[in-house]
């Protein structure tokens, strides 16, 4: 039996880029597990209150939820093979920037995955990671290089 990679897909929830790195992994059969946060936004911003109970404060209803995605994403990130960091086009993620911080602290490889405008931005989170790609495409191709040694097609 071959190894079971885990690739932890980190960042931006507001487009399909996870549903097009799964999508590339099952057509190229490669042996990976892909794990990341919890992608429904409103159940990451409310699982502390939900679980906790309410807080009238919005500085601790957010610091409920904070700690418990930090227990999720630092476990998963700490299991990680490799980390897929995405910055997309319309908001800022500081989350995804910690995640790449945290990674690199780990000693996990990780993989940038952002558009040519944001180089200039990310130029320290570019130099730290193994690898920037700018499509899901991309970084199925390498994921596919770094597993069983394939080129491109």
């Known amino acids: 039996m071959s190894r079971i990679w885990t690739i932890y897909l980190s960042g931006e929830i507001h487009s399909d880029w996870r549903e097009r790195i ?3 992994v099952k057509v190229t059969n490669l042996p990976v597990e ?13 699982c502390g209150v939900a679980i906790f109970g309410a ?13 418990l995605n930090a227990m999720r994403t630092g ?12 910055f997309g086009e319309k908001y800022k993620q500081w989350n ?14 990780y993989i940038t995955l952002h558009p040519t405008e944001h180089d200039h931005a990310l130029k320290e989170v570019n130099a730290a990671a193994s690898a920037t ?3 899901p495409d991309q970084v199925v191709q390498a994921l596919a290089y770094l597993i069983n040694g394939t080129m491109p097609a």
Do not use: Y
């Not at 892909?34 to 409310?46: F, I, K």
């Not at 807080?55 to 700690?67: Q, T």
């Not at 476990?75 to 995405?86: K, M, N, P, Y």
């Open 55 to 67: 807080e009238p404060d919005k500085f601790w209803h957010d610091h409920k939820s904070a700690r």
């Open 34 to 46: 892909l794990t990341g946060p919890n992608t429904v936004h409103a159940d990451s911003d409310d």
């Open 133 to 135: 790609a700018r499509t």
């Open 96 to 109: 995804a920037a910690f995640d790449a911080g945290f990674a690199a602290a780990m000693d996990t490889p």
């Open 75 to 86: 476990t998963l990130i700490q299991e990680a093979d490799i980390v897929v960091v995405r």
């Open 22 to 24: 799964a999508e590339g």
